[in-house]
């Protein structure tokens, strides 16, 4: 806790300390049906407006939407989803806007070549977002090979000829970087077949994501550092009204080397400084998993993650001043010694973190669990998934959060 003055600190442990003890005394979320999204969120300086006013967020991660609208048998279950995010005050869900290659349910196929089917879906994911209320943070490409990711478009490149021997040639290559560009504008001026409405004039989308979680083996940061750059400048060519992100977890890099002392004993190529200073970057964010840490006991986790959330607010707000969420947080059930409840605790420490700092002016607007499912999904499990009926628990973490989050003034 070096890098905060001590009254920030003593001022978060009261503020915890207050939380923990009077929860139930909390009055639960309106369990009824948000409206529509009514007009574009904006960033001013470290914070988000809607129509004038300060917004937050609390929300979750649901990758496979897309994947299971386009199949008839499962496509009830995104409907299931946002009533029941919904009924839980929850107001933003991270997805995926990509599927590449010859898997399962792939939206684009080959490089430019898209199933109808598949891109239908995704209308019909962004159709029922808005109906309940949700908004959107749709990631356009994949770090690592599940739903193809970076490793597919070097394979694509390589079947054009190009000699390519590392998945990092995708940020460099000539040809990789044009076909991801070709991605962005075929995404992003995508009319839906459903609302008619054009993906960069669609308020339920909140931002766009660069990449799930861009890493290289570039350790001095140059080569994500440029593909940034150039990709940010590319999408806001296309489409400067809506809000862009890297999709970065929040390693720190070489631009401020002090901090290289918070990152979980590695790098990732990446620099959270650098990488989100970027001027058409408009917000920050991280990841955090306690498994990250994982030769450490519980102490030094939770250490952790009060180091990690508290330093990345505190340079959001006072370097970048720009806002931050954090847009990936879980724990598995398949850690030894894992319990409910130990997640709820954990759950409970991030949510009083972003409530903290949102309710203070701070940058850190809200969080999105990974991930949400609804019941019948058992052969996905994977783990990290919270089906609301349950873990009553955690459902109860989730609503209190949605509606402390929701009465900030």
């Known amino acids: ?22 929860i139930d005394n909390v009055e639960p979320h309106n369990e009824t049906v948000s409206q529509r999204p009514n007009g574009f969120i904006q960033r001013n300086g470290n914070r988000f407006f809607l129509n004038g006013k300060p ?37 933003l869900a991270r997805a995926f806007a990509f599927n590449d290659g010859g898997g399962y349910k792939a939206l684009q196929t ?42 597919q478009y070097v394979e694509w490149a390589n079947q054009r000829g190009q000699k390519l021997r590392s998945e990092d040639d995708f940020f460099s290559n000539s040809l990789t970087r044009q076909f991801y560009k070709n991605h962005v504008k075929t995404v992003l001026t ?12 669609d308020p339920t989308i909140f931002s766009w994501e660069l990449m799930n979680e861009p890493r290289s083996l570039d350790l001095s940061g140059k080569l994500v550092q440029d593909w940034v750059s150039e990709m940010a400048a590319y999408v806001k060519s296309i489409d400067n009204v809506h809000l862009l992100q890297v999709g970065l977890e929040g390693f720190y890099g070489r631009s401020m080397a002090g901090r290289l002392e918070y990152n979980p004993g590695y790098e990732g190529g990446t620099d959270f400084i650098s990488n989100n200073l970027v001027p058409e970057i408009d917000y920050a964010t991280i990841h955090i998993y306690p498994t990250w840490m994982w030769r450490s006991n519980q102490t030094a986790q939770n250490a952790f993650i009060e180091r990690w959330i508290n330093i990345h607010n505190e340079d959001s707000d006072k370097v970048l001043r720009k806002p931050i969420l954090i847009t990936e947080f879980g724990l598995s059930s398949k850690v030894p010694g894992y319990t409910v409840a130990k997640r709820d605790k954990f759950y409970a420490e991030v949510f009083n973190r972003i409530y903290f700092s949102a309710s203070h002016r701070g940058a850190c607007a809200g969080g999105a669990f990974w991930q949400l499912f609804v019941e019948g999904m058992n052969n996905m499990r994977d783990g990290y998934e919270v089906i609301f009926q349950e873990t009553p628990s955690t459902t109860h973490l989730i609503s209190q959060q949605s509606f ?4 900030i003034r």
């Open 404 to 407: 402390r989050m929701s009465h």
């Open 190 to 201: 995508r009319k839906n077949t459903v609302s008619g409405i054009l993906y960069k004039d």
């Open 55 to 91: 917004h937050y967020f609390n929300g979750f991660n649901a990758y496979w939407l897309m994947s299971f609208a386009a199949d008839p048998s499962t496509s009830s279950k995104v409907t299931t989803a946002f009533q029941e995010a919904s009924k839980y005050g929850l107001n």
């Open 110 to 151: 080959s490089p430019g070549i898209y199933d109808e089917s598949v891109f239908r879906a995704l209308d019909a994911v962004i159709s029922e977002a808005g109906k309940y209320g949700c908004r959107l943070i749709l990631s356009l490409v994949n770090n690592w090979k599940d739903a193809g990711g970076k490793h």
């Open 1 to 22: 806790m070096g890098f905060q003055n001590l009254t920030l600190t003593c001022m978060m442990i009261l503020c915890i300390s207050v939380y923990v003890n009077c």
